[in-house]
């Protein structure tokens, strides 16, 4: 499984638009880029999944160059209600099984 | 959307005693759940692979005789911390990924959904 590696922290006003980049060099044919969000005390919750280019939901864009080596999660207009970690994480495809291994996390601390 | 669910949210128990933790999909028919172990401060660690029907497939470093795991149903998988001690307390988390093809739910290519952990207190 590709290992990657993200900042251990940042910090962000709110309003402000918050991009973490997360850096994963031996990403497979088959893995995707999955991103999740944990606040203390609780269960990550999916944020946004993508395979190459551009993906964008309600919550956040996910950015994918073409070498899929990195990719980039934006959060647009972060409030103090998105201080949380966040995880970067690439795993097979769901007809692999779906495991996913966790690296550190980014810790984001949005201050008013 | 996919909920699990986990019960007891919170335990604390004596040394040498087992606990069970359960994990349900609530909505949708899972036949792959994981369960993960998270200390203060640092990230998930995946413990083991449990598949309906099956033996539980561990991570290397986790003893299997320690972190009992059952999925005896494609909605329910337990995991028992036999005769716990106090470095066993952390944050146990499952997830359940759901198998496309399966009635009862939309495809999600390999999102797991999560539960909300269960805190675990060893004294």
């Known amino acids: 499984l590709a290992k990657t590696t993200q900042p251990i922290s940042m910090d962000s006003y709110e309003g402000q638009e918050v991009n973490i980049t997360c850096s994963h060099n031996?990403?497979?044919?088959?893995?995707?880029i999955t991103w999740y969000q944990q606040f203390p005390s609780q269960g990550p919750r999916f944020i946004i999944q993508?395979?190459?280019t551009k993906v964008t939901n309600e919550v956040a864009s996910l950015f994918i160059p073409a070498d899929r080596k990195s990719s980039t999660l934006s959060l647009p207009r972060v409030s103090l209600s998105d201080t949380a970690v966040y995880y970067c994480?690439?795993?097979?495809?769901?007809?692999?099984?779906?495991?996913?291994?966790f690296g550190q996390g980014t810790e984001l601390s949005v201050k008013p | 959307g996919a909920v699990v669910s986990q019960h007891p949210s919170r335990v604390i128990c004596k040394s040498g005693t087992s606990v069970k933790i359960e994990c349900r999909s609530l909505?949708?028919?899972?036949?792959?759940m994981f369960w993960y172990r998270q200390f203060p401060k640092q990230s998930l660690m995946l413990m083991a692979t449990?598949?309906?029907?099956?033996?539980?497939?561990?991570e290397q470093g986790v003893e299997k005789d320690k972190f009992l795991i059952n999925h005896a149903s494609l909605t329910l998988s337990t995991l028992t911390v036999t005769s716990a001690h106090p470095e066993d307390s952390s944050f146990y988390i499952c997830?359940?990924?759901?198998?496309?093809?399966?009635?009862?739910?939309?495809?999600?290519?390999?999102?797991?959904?999560f539960g909300p952990g269960t805190r675990l207190t060893v004294l």
């Open positions: 997830s359940a990924l759901e198998r496309p093809g399966l009635a009862g739910g939309p495809l999600s290519g390999n999102e797991q959904f």
């Open positions: 031996n990403i497979a044919t088959n893995d995707y």
């Open positions: 993508g395979y190459k």
């Open positions: 994480l690439v795993g097979e495809s769901h007809n692999q099984g779906g495991k996913l291994i």
């Open positions: 909505d949708f028919q899972a036949t792959t």
């Open positions: 449990s598949n309906e029907g099956s033996k539980a497939t561990y």
